[in-house]
């Protein structure tokens, strides 16, 4: 038993709460899925392809905002959304390694 998390974090993990939140509601991963490869789309036009209401995609896109899944800027009355690859690509990178040292090699049995 590795006790030492049951009172604290792995270090740097503490951020990831609201990374996997963010990720658990399939309306804010079908947002993140629309976005091409360093495209940015307006909210209005983020609104205009799902069937909730514009406050109900603003919350979304809100969350995954807080959640540094998606960067915003806004220029004019817009404001543009594009995802935060850099940092998705870091977390999951930091997750995977603490996996992969927790996997232990397969025991081999050999018959004798």
């Known amino acids: 038993m590795n006790s030492k998390f049951a009172d604290r974090l792995p270090p740097g993990w503490e951020r ?3 990374f996997f939140f963010a990720l658990g509601d399939t309306t804010r991963q079908q947002i993140l899925l629309v976005f091409e490869p360093g495209e940015e789309i307006c909210v209005n036009d983020i609104a205009r392809l799902f069937k909730i209401s514009r406050p109900a995609v603003s919350h979304h896109l809100k969350v995954l905002r807080n959640a540094e899944l998606l960067l915003c800027e806004k220029r004019g ?3 543009y959304y594009r995802v935060n690859h ?3 690509a870091e977390v999951m990178r930091i997750v995977h390694d603490f ?3 927790q996997t232990s090699p397969p025991v ?3 018959s004798g």
């Open 108 to 110: 081999s049995v050999s």
């Open 16 to 18: 990831f709460s609201r």
């Open 86 to 88: 850099t940092y998705c």
């Open 77 to 79: 009355k817009e404001v």
């Open 99 to 101: 996996v992969a040292a």
